[in-house]
């Protein structure tokens, strides 16, 4: 599909490229956000290079990343359809329909997640998810991934980019065109372009770390524990969750502080985690199969927050996903946050081309072309420039409301899923989404299950907070709840805050 870039432009600047060491597009790091960026980048006719610091995943056999599986919703498969993937990605999920709460004796309490069963969200392999992403974007013909290699530099005033091969052990320097860093919240990309004056970054680590461990499937491959549902065992300052997984395992992880009383530097032994265990997750401990000793053998995962700004150098470099805005993952958002980015950046690339705007790549090399292909080259920049500030524009605000809401949802499943105040609203929540469908969206719902821009979500939350503490104040039962009095306070609270996103707010 190239409608966006004259035909003989992409003859020329492909034959100087590759005799030149030159790219195009090179997108650094073949993570989710990566791979899915390629294939919507090489759909519109670009030639793009994925430079990646680990082998490849669908040949060689690499140790987990970050998450064994995560859960994909709405803004993802948004992002997932432009390129036409989602049905093929959610053949391979496990939709979960609500939380699944594990009380110390064993009880189960299930909270839906949404107003009923269309809406949930899907448990999917992360490692699956990206083998596909990188196979389709592969398919396009306009893709080429670069294993082994690591990003070690970029040099903006000479457009190049260092790499490692870390095969051979040898360093090489590249051109290109345009360099958009999706290299993680480790991001080397970033690192540098916070070299440069007005550029800042904050990182903030989370004083909490996980492990993870496998419920395997039973012996005729069934699921051993409710399959459409993501399980909690929540017990005050930790947490231990488990996601469904397509062939009937399920993938826990506990979450805990690194020190203190109840902590990861006291479960160190094989004796002190089975105790552990068996008094805090009784009914898991029988499923996970030399729990203890697989604990102690697991690595122990860190989680941070990152924010930065800007997220480009004019219309040459570019940060997306969690090397742009890395986020605890409480809100099970940041991959869903990544692949929206990438919605965006479609959106603003499409709204320039309405414009009347053009697409062409800088390209400094004069070698290159004669000087209306140089002229338009530059013309070109300048385009991606304001394509580059728009995008930062619509999503550095956004970026920072999940972000904060992330850590906030930490809060609320570690302490207050147990707390009786709270089920009591989250109850009546239930219940003004059920009798006000539209009207009454709760903060988790315009997260999980629309379009709408997070920082409403933010915002919505804060009214919806109000406006059920004021509804739960004289009740102990969620039934007894105002509905008159609730309908007037979403009317008069809610509605003017929603009414302005109204057709993003559907999923
Ligand atoms: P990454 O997935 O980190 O990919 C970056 C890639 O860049 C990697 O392949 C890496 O090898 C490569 N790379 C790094 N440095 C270099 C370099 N110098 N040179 C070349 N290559 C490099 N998100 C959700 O949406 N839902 C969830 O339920 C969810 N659950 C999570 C649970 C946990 C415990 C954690 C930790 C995260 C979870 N996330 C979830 C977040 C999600 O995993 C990330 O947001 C997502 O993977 C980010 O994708 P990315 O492509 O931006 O970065």
Redesign the pocket.
Known sequence: MDRDLDQNYQREIRRGGESAGQCQVAV????????LLAMLLARRGFKVDV????PDMRTEKIAA???I?????TR?ITALNRAGLSPSVLAHAVPMFGRMMHSKSGELTFQRYGKDNSEYINSIS?SDL?KMLMSEAESTGNVQFHFH????GLDLARSSLT?LDEDKKETHTLGAEIVIG????????RDEMCKLPGYEVSEERLDYG?K?LVIPPGPEGQFLMEKNALHIWPRGTFMLIA?PNFDGSFTC?LFLPYKGPVSFEKLTAVEAVRNFFAAEFGDAVALIPDLAENFVSAPL?H?DTIKCHPWNVEGQALL????AH??V?FF???????FEDLSILEDCIDEHLSRGGNLYIDQRRPKVGGDDVRRRLKEGSANWHQIFDELTRRRKVNCDAIADMAVENFTEMRDRVADPKFLLMKSVEKILEKEFPGQYRSRYSLVTFSNAPYKLALDAGVVCEEILNSLCKDISHAEEVDLKQAEKLINQKLAPLLQQYEPLLAH
């Open positions: 650094i790091g073949a993570g989710l956000v990566g791979s430079f990646e610091r680990r990343g970050r998450s599986n995560l859960a994909i919703s993802g992360r990206n290699q690591k990003a070690l790499l999706t290299d993680g919240s480790a991001s080397k990309i996980y993870e996601l992880t995962g989680m997306l996903g969690d090397a890395a986020i993952p099970g958002q940041g991959a869903n946050c990544g």
